[in-house]
């Protein structure tokens, strides 16, 4: 029997007593990814980045892991409410327009010490100004410095669409707006090189296509590397008291952990490792989180269509933004219907040993979007199911 094998015959008895769908965390792939996260963190501490898990079970036992510390959040109001639940160091990761968790904010002396809001433009300072409704608490802002790589005078740019500040004298300017305006203060400085850390490294099939992805992560970290040291000099000439410095991704988390200026990383997908990570070079780590589709028709011979599926990850459509069925090995998509909103057939020698009402597991594209589709996670452990807990969804939060 194949490693692969075993996990679904492991998966198969643990949730023989649930009916499909249903999604599942495995807690010794889990554990394990955790712990390797912060083995290559290399000492620094890592903020643990939600929108990758939206289960606030899972967030707390990570957290009360050695090697973490704090969350990344990724919208006000998940922000305001993880505090409320007694996470005390939250980062919002993006820039927000919500005036009334603006207002709630700067109204609550708890969560103004908590949460940290994320700011580029001064524009953003002036939309909170307006929002904060009579409250008097000063906000903590984070800056964020655009990691992207420039190349042949700026006419080749390589890199997501994020922060317009790039040059270091850009960050310190903001920093002097923010020390002159009252109400405010700037803690950290974030910056997130997602072509760098979201981007795998070895394409199946694609060796040329691997080999340039490889020389321009390369490239794109020594120059970074240089410019966010600078960044940070020159804000700390502005903020001498600056709290953190954020960088990295699951997939950069070793080479980010190396830079001096660097306080803390970033991560998260590598906790339940989607289908994305398969193209990675930079580390190995093992799919936990999967979602199994019950067999519900046989139209012939090799195929059978499992009842939905269609759950596409979010970025430029294409078919790695589609989940992989992982188990049993040997099935693939019918090219024609792909991943179905409400049906999925799925071709393959493999589909003639399915009967009906037998699962087939899936992985993911992503890490946390999984659970915008199912209100709980049961939680295996071994050949057991030993806990079944809400997705944020579960608790009727769907903050995007």
Not at 81 to 87: P, T, Y
Not at 235 to 249: I, K, M, Q, S, Y
Not at 347 to 370: N, T
Request: glycine share 10%.
């Amino acid at each position: 029997m194949t490693p692969r094998a075993a996990d679904r015959d492991r998966y198969d008895r643990a949730t023989v007593h649930l009916d499909a769908p249903i999604a599942v965390v495995d807690l010794e792939a889990f554990d394990a990814n955790a712990a390797d996260l912060v083995r290559r963190a290399g000492g620094k501490p890592v903020r643990l980045a939600s929108k990758s898990v939206r289960c606030r079970a899972l967030l707390e036992r990570v957290l009360g892991q050695d090697g973490f510390a704090g969350i990344m959040s990724f919208t006000l109001a998940e922000s305001l409410w993880l505090a409320r639940s007694g996470f005390d160091d939250v980062l919002l990761a993006y820039p927000s327009a919500d005036r009334a968790g603006y207002a709630e904010l700067a109204a609550d002396p708890k969560l103004a010490a908590a949460v940290t809001v994320m700011i580029d433009d001064p524009a953003q300072l002036e939309l909170i100004d307006r929002a904060r409704d009579g409250g008097k608490e000063e906000v903590r802002v984070c800056l964020e410095l655009d990691t992207s790589l420039r190349l042949l005078g700026g006419r080749v740019r390589i890199g997501a669409l994020r922060s317009p500040l790039h040059a270091p004298a850009q960050l310190a300017e903001l920093a002097r707006s923010i020390a002159r305006r009252p109400g405010f203060r700037l803690v950290g400085i974030m910056a997130y090189e997602g072509h760098v850390a979201g981007v795998g490294d070895h394409v199946a099939g694609r060796p040329l296509r691997s080999r340039v992805i490889r020389l321009m992560q390369a490239a794109a970290r020594k120059e970074l590397a240089a410019r966010r040291a600078e960044a940070v000099r020159a804000v700390r000439t502005v903020a001498p008291d600056l709290e953190f410095v954020n960088g990295g991704g699951t997939g950069s988390v070793q080479h980010t952990a190396t830079e001096d200026a660097v306080t803390e990383i970033a991560a998260g997908s590598g906790l339940y490792v989607p289908r994305l990570f398969d193209n990675y070079t930079s580390f190995t780590g093992r799919p936990a989180a999967l979602f199994a589709q019950p067999v519900v028709r046989r139209p012939g011979v090799g195929v059978v269509t499992v009842l939905g599926g269609g759950y596409p990850a979010s970025g430029a459509a294409g078919a790695d933004r589609l989940p992989v069925p992982w188990l049993p090995e040997g099935l693939r998509y019918d090219a024609k219907e792909a991943a179905g909103e409400v049906q999925t057939p799925l071709l393959g020698s493999a589909a003639d040993d399915l009967l009906i009402g037998d699962r087939v597991w899936f992985r993911h594209a992503k890490a946390g979007e999984m659970c915008e589709r199912f209100d709980e996670l049961h939680l295996v452990e071994g050949d057991r199911v030993t806990a079944t807990v809400p997705t944020y969804r579960g608790e009727g939060r769907a903050f995007l």
